[in-house]
C-alpha cells in the first residue's frame, strides 16, 4: 500500500502487530475505512470517505465520545485535512485526521499510544444497520396492530380473522331495502302488520 507521505509504512513499523507478523493492523483500518466508505451510497468506489460517513464511523467506533471529541471537532477536522475544492477524505487524509484525533481522544497518552488505540477502536468495525430493516416487535406495536381489539368503523374493515375487507371495508354500500341507512328494525314491518 503506497501512501505519498510514507505514514502508513511508519505506522505499520511501528506498531507490535505489524513487526511480529506483517501489515494486518493498516489491512484491517483500511478495509474499516472502505466499509465505512461506501455505506449508503451505491454509487461509492470506497476509495473517499463523506464527512457523514466520518461522523458515523467516528461515533460508532467511541472515538466520538461527546465529551473530549465531539461531532463540531469531528467535523472541524474533516474540513481541515480534506483538499480545498474536495467534499471527500481520502485514506492518507484520514490516516491524518486519525492522528490528530487519537491526540485529542486520549490526552494522557503518547502521540504514538493513542494514535495506536484509536486504530484498535476503529478495526474490525462494520457500519450498524447493515442489511434490511428489520421490523419491530415491541408489546405496544402488537397491541395498535391487533384487528381484534378494533372498535367503531375501523372494525368493520376487516373480518373475523383480521383480513382486511378491501373495498368493502372502506365504502358505504348502498341497500335499496327502502329504509334510511341506520335504522335498526328494518325487515320488521311485514311480520307485525
Given at each position: 500500500m503506497d501512501?505519498?507521505?510514507?505514514?502508513?509504512?511508519r505506522l505499520c513499523r511501528q506498531s507490535p502487530r505489524c513487526r511480529n507478523g506483517g501489515p494486518g493492523e493498516m489491512a484491517d483500518l483500511e478495509s474499516t475505512f472502505r466499509k465505512f466508505a461506501v455505506y449508503g451510497d451505491t454509487g461509492a468506489s470506497?476509495?473517499?470517505?463523506?464527512?457523514?460517513?466520518?461522523?458515523?464511523?467516528?461515533?460508532?467506533?467511541g472515538i466520538m465520545d461527546g465529551k473530549s471529541v465531539t461531532s463540531t471537532?469531528?467535523?472541524i477536522l474533516f474540513s481541515?485535512?480534506?483538499?480545498?475544492?474536495?467534499?471527500?477524505?481520502?485514506?492518507?487524509?484520514?490516516?491524518?485526521?486519525l492522528k490528530e484525533l487519537s491526540v485529542k481522544r486520549f490526552k494522557g497518552k503518547s502521540p504514538e499510544e493513542a494514535l495506536q488505540?484509536?486504530?484498535?477502536?476503529?478495526?474490525?468495525?462494520?457500519?450498524?444497520?447493515?442489511?434490511?430493516?428489520?421490523?419491530?416487535?415491541?408489546?405496544?406495536?402488537d397491541r395498535l396492530t391487533d384487528t381484534s381489539k378494533y372498535t367503531g368503523s375501523h372494525k368493520e374493515r376487516f373480518d373475523e380473522s383480521g383480513k382486511g375487507k378491501g373495498i368493502a371495508g372502506r365504502a358505504d354500500l348502498v341497500q335499496n331495502t327502502g329504509?334510511?341507512?341506520?335504522?335498526?328494525?328494518?325487515?320488521?314491518?311485514?311480520?307485525?302488520?
Open positions: 501512501v505519498p507521505d510514507g505514514s502508513a509504512g470506497g476509495n473517499d470517505m463523506t464527512s457523514k460517513n466520518f461522523s458515523k464511523m467516528m461515533k460508532e467506533c471537532d469531528v467535523d481541515k485535512v480534506k483538499a480545498k475544492a474536495a467534499r471527500n477524505i481520502t485514506y492518507p487524509e484520514f490516516l491524518e485526521a488505540a484509536t486504530h484498535k477502536l476503529i478495526e474490525g468495525k462494520e457500519p450498524g444497520n447493515v442489511g434490511a430493516t428489520k421490523s419491530v416487535h415491541a408489546g405496544a406495536v329504509y334510511v341507512g341506520a335504522y335498526k328494525g328494518s325487515g320488521t314491518y311485514d311480520k307485525t302488520h
